[in-house]
Every structure is written in structure tokens, then in C-alpha cells.
């Protein structure tokens, strides 16, 4: 398919990203902590068993929509899936793509796959630029050369978004009157809520899963995020978090020897030997390993990160239940150790342990650096007290520093609040923020992946005469507030009532899932709706419609 622009070719530490310690350096825990936690994807139960097919295309964007100066543009990869796609006016749900490649974030998005037959809907993964292969400047988009990146802001991802969403409603037979909702996790899931909020007259709603578009300065405390994932290990085993907080001393005790070193290398049969010089990096992988498992503690076995069993965490804590009054230095870290093989070597097939990485490599590593450098300024600390962490203070400043030493760049730590307004987010609508919260106890709101990938705020009350806040338990749940959003906007859908209160039958697509019955009863129950007089219809609801007439009309057609 060729037309326009348009070319298709057939068928915080270090996270989630690999952290290559030889490059970089971190001196200090502010810019760890700004680089850690970067997580995307919407995942649910029933992910593993979806078959993922797409076509890749690519859409000539500009490469600054905002300026006048660089005209030049540059290939935006993106993946559409339409099989089952009501061309008469379905809706088309619109992945905002996250800081990697669009691929991966594709095949672990299940929910999208999920829903699109029972909506009838297309589904496109858009690629965010300057990752995966939608690179303005092809090779030298990360030339030692930083300029090259002054494009790389999520103000022009998202004006990427909006011009693909108006020249795919242009281009494709059908889609002129489809609604488009975005859908995103993480920082996608922030993008899909802003892309809503910055262009709503594209996107007549968002679904914005675990994303964090409150954790910036002086909006939710540094260090929130780091006592919810300690409180996920304080109740997955009895004295889970106590141990990990007293591992740090230990590796300092028995460190402080060589043949501790040595010990210790073994003991987690690493790659390569430690060095004194080396256990700032140790503590780091260790710390970010901890993150990670909080963020993807699902009860069920999953390979979104690392391949693991269900409830991961609750298999780690079962390796570090020890007495803390009781445990020696030596017996804590070799539970430390086959914890941490619970999350490296699940599957045995590991020969070692590698500390420069902690996740899949599909995540573009320098140009999220550069992201946290200039506008997703996101703060995070550790007290050592109500978390299980090292004391690592919130540094600005140093902050900045290492981001100018970097990249030659200082960090906006307002701009966030400025150009998405903060927390003042009332007169925005049609949002659902999905958030997995697990305890009651927690008064937590737009959470990242689980209960540790979140910002942590009261919701002003306001907010929900607009905004929708689900606790996502089953996934019933989520798509009845999707179908919700799309509702207003499609006319051709069984049960959908129009402004005279008609009602006009599903076209019965030919890999329905639905029954026999079921079927019927589409068809057939909009022609028994019509014949009721106007003032009949609009006094009744199609909810009540359908379970007060249900058995009769099945028992007059079916004898």
C-alpha cells in the first residue's frame, strides 16, 4: 500500500534499559534515580495465548513540527493490525508508543488484542521517534554530536501522533468516521493521557495504564515510590524487606576483605569478578532488580522483562524468610543471591549473572538518558527507613550537572507542569487512568506497571465529574469503561442507541466469537426494539431492554 506519505512493506538507575557501565559513569543518585523505572506496555492475563499479526508501514513525518527552519522528515514506523475492523465507522485504538522499539511493546500489549474483535476496531502501534527504527537523522540521530537530539521532546511525539492519526482517517477507505482512542502504559500511558488533553479534536478519548503524570517536582514526595515497592516485599514473606535492608551492610562486610570479593563474586556467579571499584554498580543492579520484580509481580508466569513464575516476588521472599536477630552476614547474601536467580535464571539457562544488565536491551537506553535530562525531570529518594534501600538524597543540582557533563543540556524540573498542567488536569475528560492497586489501603492514583510503577496522590475529588480512576481486577472491567469512551461515537453497532433511540444490527463478522444465540439476538433485537413507539424507547433504557424481553423474544423466534 502506497499513498502520500505513507510506504508498507507486507507482512531509574539504569532500567528496564541495559545500563553499559563502561560509558557511563553515575556519580551521583540523582541522575540513577531519574533514569530509573522505565517500564511500558499494557499486559494482561491472557497476553501469552494472543496470535500477533501486523503489517509495518512507515509515514514520512516532519522532523520538527513546531519550527520553520528544519523541513526535513524521516520514516515513523508503525504497525496495523485490521482483521477485525468494522470499516463502517469502528474504532481504531491507537498505541502511543514508548521509549523503544514498537515491536516489542506490540507483542506485549494484550489487552488491544484482546478487545479488537468484540469492538470491531483496527489497532495501529505508532513508534515514538528516535527509537527503534524511527530515527530522524537515520545513524547520527545519537552522534557524539547532541543536536541531533534537541527533536527528541514528547511535545513533537505527540504532534507525530496527531498528524499520522488525521492522515490515516484521510488515506484508509472507512476510517473518516472512526472514533480513535489512544492507549499506552507507562510513559506511553502518559503520552496517550496528554495526547488526548493537547489534541482532543483527534483522539475523542485515552486509556493511560500505570502512567505517572504526576511524578515530577513538587507534585507527589521523591521517595513514594521506593516505599511502595518495599511494601510490596513486606507482604509478599515475613521479613522480606527487613533482609534485603540489612543485605547493603552486609556486602560492605564482607567486601571489605578480598577473599570477601571473591566470595561474593561466586556465590552469585558473575560474569565477571567483583572489584572494590565495583560495588556502587553492584548495589545499583541489586537495587534496580528489587524495582523491577515490583514492577512486574503478575500472577501469572510472564516474560515481559525476564522470564518468570507467577507472583515472582513471592518467590523470592521465600529465599530470605531468615531470622534477622539470627542471620550471619555470609547466610543472608547467599539468600540475596538465589533471589536474585529467581529473576536472572528462572529458566536455568543462564551459565552467569551479568551486573551491567537487568532487562531486555529492546528499550533505547541513551535517549530516554537524554528524555529525563531536559523535560521528564521525575525525582526519587530513598530514606533507608520506610523503604529497604541505601539513604540516596534527591540532588538537583547534581542532577544537572551530570546531565550537562552528559549531553551539554540543564533540565527544565517545571516544564512538565507547565506545558501538561500539573495537577490541575479537572477540565480535561474522557481519560481512563488504569491502575492495578491491589490494597485498599492505598490511596495511590496513576500508577506505572503494578503497585510500584505509580505517582502517589490523593485524586482531587473534582477530577471525577471528567476522569475515570479504575482499580483493574478483571479485565471486564477496563474494556466496559473502553466501550464506555467509544459508545457517543459509533453508529453501527448492535445495542448502540441512536438520537431517535433506533437502534441498527451488528454486522456478524466472520471470525465472531459470539454463539448462535447471541448472534440472533443482535439481529434480531433491534427489529423487535424499532416497532416500539418513540415515547417507549426513549423512556427505556437498552439495559432493561434486554433483560425483561430477552426470553421472549427468543421464545417467539425459537419456538
Known amino acids: 500500500m502506497r499513498s502520500g506519505g505513507f510506504v508498507s512493506v507486507s507482512r531509574p538507575v539504569i532500567t528496564f534499559i541495559v545500563l553499559i557501565l563502561s560509558l557511563y559513569c553515575f556519580h551521583v543518585f540523582a541522575l540513577k534515580s531519574q533514569l530509573l523505572t522505565r517500564h511500558g506496555g499494557v499486559t494482561d492475563l491472557n497476553a501469552q495465548d494472543t496470535v500477533i499479526n501486523y503489517e509495518t508501514c512507515y ?49 506485549n500489549t494484550g489487552f488491544m488484542w484482546d478487545v479488537a474483535e468484540d469492538l470491531g476496531a483496527m489497532l495501529v502501534f505508532a513508534e515514538h521517534r528516535y527509537y527503534g527504527e524511527s530515527l530522524p537523522f537515520g545513524q547520527d540521530s545519537y552522534s557524539q554530536d547532541t543536536k541531533h537530539l534537541n527533536y527528541l521532546t514528547s511535545e513533537q511525539a505527540l504532534a507525530d501522533f496527531s498528524v499520522l492519526i488525521r492522515e490515516l482517517k484521510r488515506k484508509v477507505l472507512g476510517a473518516q468516521e472512526s472514533p480513535v482512542i489512544a492507549i499506552g502504559g507507562s510513559y506511553g500511558g502518559m503520552l496517550s493521557a496528554w495526547l488526548r488533553m493537547k489534541y482532543p479534536n483527534v483522539v475523542v478519548g485515552a486509556l493511560a495504564a500505570s502512567a505517572p503524570i504526576w511524578q515530577f517536582p ?48 561466586g556465590e552469585f556467579s558473575l560474569c565477571s569478578p ?35 513464575p507467577r507472583w515472582p516476588i513471592k518467590v523470592v521472599c521465600k529465599h530470605l524468610s531468615f531470622d534477622p536477630s539470627s542471620v550471619s552476614d555470609y547466610q543472608l547474601l547467599g539468600g540475596i ?45 530513598t530514606d533507608g527507613v520506610q523503604d529497604m534501600f541505601e539513604r540516596q538524597d534527591w540532588n538537583f543540582q547534581a542532577f544537572s550537572d551530570e546531565c550537562n557533563s552528559l549531553f551539554g543540556v540543564r533540565p527544565r524540573a517545571d ?40 505517582a502517589y496522590k490523593q485524586f482531587p475529588s473534582e477530577i471525577h465529574k471528567n476522569i475515570t480512576v479504575i482499580d483493574v481486577v478483571k479485565e471486564s472491567v477496563e474494556r466496559r469503561h473502553l466501550q464506555a469512551l467509544i459508545r457517543p461515537y459509533t453508529k453501527t453497532r448492535a445495542l448502540r442507541s441512536s438520537t431517535s433511540g433506533l437502534l441498527a444490527s451488528l454486522p456478524l463478522r466472520k471470525y465472531s466469537s459470539r454463539s448462535a444465540q447471541s448472534k440472533l439476538f443482535a439481529a434480531l433485537a433491534p427489529q423487535w426494539w424499532n416497532k416500539h413507539p418513540h415515547d417507549a424507547r426513549t423512556a427505556e433504557s437498552i439495559t432493561t431492554f434486554r433483560r425483561h424481553l430477552k426470553r421472549h423474544l427468543f421464545k417467539e423466534y425459537l419456538g
Request: contains cysteine; proline residues 4%.
Open 337 to 381: 543471591s538465589e533471589a536474585a536467580r529467581v529473576y536472572y535464571n528462572y529458566t536455568g539457562n543462564c551459565p552467569c549473572l551479568n551486573t551491567s544488565s537487568t532487562a531486555t536491551g529492546n528499550l533505547g537506553s541513551i535517549g530516554w538518558y537524554y528524555q529525563a535530562c531536559t523535560e521528564m525531570v521525575m525525582p526519587l529518594c
Open 218 to 265: 513538587d507534585m507527589v514526595p521523591c521517595g513514594d515510590f521506593y516505599k511502595i515497592v518495599t511494601q510490596d516485599f513486606a507482604r509478599s514473606g515475613l521479613n522480606c524487606d527487613v533482609n534485603i535492608r540489612r543485605s547493603w551492610k552486609a556486602i560492605d562486610n564482607i567486601t571489605a576483605t578480598d577473599d570477601g570479593l571473591q566470595w561474593l563474586s
Open 415 to 454: 516544564w512538565a507542569a507547565t506545558v501538561y498542567g500539573g495537577l490541575d488536569i479537572g477540565s480535561h475528560s474522557n481519560i481512563i487512568f488504569r491502575m492495578p492497586i491491589g490494597q485498599a489501603a492505598f490511596q495511590a492514583v496513576l500508577f506505572w506497571p503494578l503497585q510500584a510503577h505509580y
Open 59 to 107: 509515514f514520512d513525518q516532519k522532523i520538527d513540527h513546531f519550527g520553520f527552519l528544519e523541513d526535513g522528515t524521516f520514516k515513523q514506523r508503525y504497525l496495523v493490525n485490521n482483521e477485525h475492523w468494522d470499516q463502517k465507522g469502528g474504532p481504531i485504538l491507537f498505541y502511543t508508543g514508548n521509549e523503544g522499539d514498537i515491536t516489542w511493546f506490540c507483542n
Open 274 to 308: 567483583l572489584k572494590k571499584t565495583d560495588l556502587d554498580g553492584f548495589k545499583a543492579w541489586l537495587q534496580e532488580t528489587w524495582v523491577n520484580l515490583a514492577m512486574v509481580d503478575y500472577p501469572y508466569e510472564a516474560n515481559f522483562l525476564q522470564p518468570l
